[in-house]
């Protein structure tokens, strides 16, 4: 059996429920942040989701430089600050620069660190520093049981709190594949596995100036990692899709993650 990590009042691994992380690619705006994450508490609520809310502060890793980055640092963590405050849900985000671990630590529940940079060893041994879960997004360029020397980095640090989440791996020019056997190698290192089903249909660079991407198939993925076995599945959502600053093409719409987590329940409830 997995660990048992917690973010917040959410337990993932072992045996408890399916976990989901979802919410905002970048914040957009404090209104926008905060009323998906009002209508995110309320579906959880609705259909006892075990949630974690998920939205970035900045995205320092974009396609183009002209590209929207966010708040940063110090106004983004206001605003989740205020989303913990005003619906209680334990919040993830990700870092990109170790100066910004201390900071984020103290309003985040969960830290991640970010799949182009799972190799930077100062930015790994400062997450592991923090003491907090670490939700480690296997690089696009890495076997799964590369996983394993990220593992040790962290675990030297005297921190067993880690998450592992599949999101793809680079097939050829501008696109990813999604590998189910990865979720199986990495449960095998003893730590929660999530899939991230709407990173996992990008095409990285396939838009000249941005990333593109085939957000219709990632509730099919969503159903084969569930199936395969996971412990939870990582969704980027937004009301209107189409309108989002970053990965537009891959965010499911917020209309349909009711139904999409009615599935991927009865599917867990199936193989569990």
Known sequence: MTKVVKAGQVKIGGRNPLVLMAGLCVIESRKICLDLADRLAQLAAKEDIALIFKASYDKANRTSHTAFRGPGLMKGLEILAEVKARYGLPLLTDVHHESEVPHAAEVADMLQLPAFLCRQTDLVLALGESGKPVNIKKGQFLAPEDMRNIIAKVESTGNRKMVLTERGASFGYNNLVADMRSL??????????????THSVQRPGGAGSRTGGDG?????????????????????????????????????????????????????????
């Open 184 to 197: 199986l190698i990495m449960r095998e290192m003893g730590y929660p596995v999530v899939f991230d089903a």
């Open 216 to 272: 219709r198939w990632a509730p099919a993925l969503a159903r084969a990692a569930v199936a395969t076995g996971c412990d939870g599945v990582f969704i980027e959502t937004h009301v209107h899709p189409a309108q989002a600053l970053s990965d537009k093409d891959n965010a499911i719409a917020l209309s349909g993650i009711a139904k999409l987590w009615k599935q991927l329940r009865a599917i867990d409830d199936i193989v569990s």
